[in-house]
């Protein structure tokens, strides 16, 4: 730059690789979705679904990348956001219940559910229970009683730590059956990707995961779910997966799917996203995207969802509490 030249302030962020604050009409220029766990997860198909639906609606004049942050349930893209990018216009990070459930246990460092804006929920998930297809429980009854009789028969994969929502099924299973959770054999990975991998590879003996996440291998007949832990059976095809309530266990666990933005976002950005996720969960085209992908209607945008996500920490933080992970 020469000595005397002047730029307009536009052009001076253009030379310095940002943009200034977007109006409420402008889209990013450079969308992106972090999915904050290795590809293949839930996070990855959350992402995902959002890139697919928003190329389809013509919402962005640029494709949306999605990039993979993985670490501690999301904990590692929350502190990337909120400490190191928490202005950027573009940027939705894919949260789900597993995230709400650690922020509940304090396990976001020191970051709690109030440092980010909550923007859009955009389906529900519901938790499972699953083995191989050659595995010799043919529902939860025979994996509970194998578990009654030896817990540590029966190595449980999961994409996630102990105390994440995947421990959390398997331990509320467990304790209904009369079986101290923490003689269980459990085996935490970095995203559901990888826990299928392990069932696949024979290297545990069940998974607990998103019934989102094992779509994929129904079909090619590799895996089955024993029970899903919806209130009732799913619809479709997917109805002939039982629930565990039906087999005696009174087991729910519901995983809403979302997203949320950076903590200095402007308004104005923020109320573009929540706009267009307003139009996007109205569509046809995402309603045939979201039901492709094994998810169901859960809409919540703004401040709604602002205030389902701290009532749903506050509850998963009672359930914490009972199993000793939370104060």
């Not at 459930?101 to 559910?113: D, E, I, M, P, S």
């Not at 998810?295 to 199993?323: I, S």
Request: with cysteine.
């Amino acid at each position: 730059m020469s000595k005397g030249t002047l730029y307009t302030l536009p052009l001076l962020a253009l030379l310095l690789g940002h943009s200034g604050p977007l109006s409420a009409e402008e889209a990013p220029t450079r969308p992106e979705c972090i999915a904050p766990a290795k590809p293949g997860g839930g996070f990855d198909l959350t992402c995902k679904l959002l890139q697919v639906s928003l190329q389809e609606s013509g919402a962005l004049d640029k494709p949306m990348r999605i990039t993979y942050m993985p670490g501690g349930v999301g904990a590692v893209a929350y502190n990337a956001i909120v400490a190191q990018r928490p202005a950027e216009a573009g940027t939705v990070v894919a949260f789900s219940g597993g995230s709400l459930l650690n922020l509940a246990q304090g396990k976001f460092g020191r970051y709690t559910v109030d440092d980010v804006r909550w923007v859009a929920a955009v389906a529900t998930d519901y938790g499972m229970i699953a083995v191989r297809h050659d595995a010799p429980y043919q529902n939860l009854k025979a994996l509970v009683d194998a578990m009654q009789t030896d817990p540590s028969s029966v190595v449980i994969g999961a994409g996630a730590s102990i105390g994440s929502q995947d421990w959390m099924k398997v331990a509320m299973l467990a304790k209904q059956a009369g079986i101290d959770p923490r003689k269980m054999r459990y085996v935490a990975f970095e995203g559901g990707g990888e826990s299928v991998t392990a069932l696949m590879g024979n290297h545990v003996q069940a998974i607990s995961g998103d019934f989102s996440e094992i779509i994929p291998y129904l079909s090619s007949n590799k895996m089955r779910v024993l029970a899903v832990f919806a209130k009732t059976r799913l619809p479709g095809e997917l109805g002939a997966i039982p629930t565990a309530k039906e087999q005696g266990y009174d087991l729910e666990w519901p995983v809403i799917r979302g997203f949320y933005l950076g903590p200095k976002v402007s308004e104005a950005d923020y109320q573009w996203w929540k706009q267009t996720f307003d139009k996007l969960l109205q569509s046809d085209r995402f309603k045939a995207q979201r039901d492709q992908r094994a998810l169901f209607e859960f809409n919540l945008t703004g401040q709604p969802l602002d205030e389902y996500v701290k009532a749903q920490v506050a509850e998963y933080r009672q359930q914490a509490r009972a199993f000793g992970l939370a104060k």
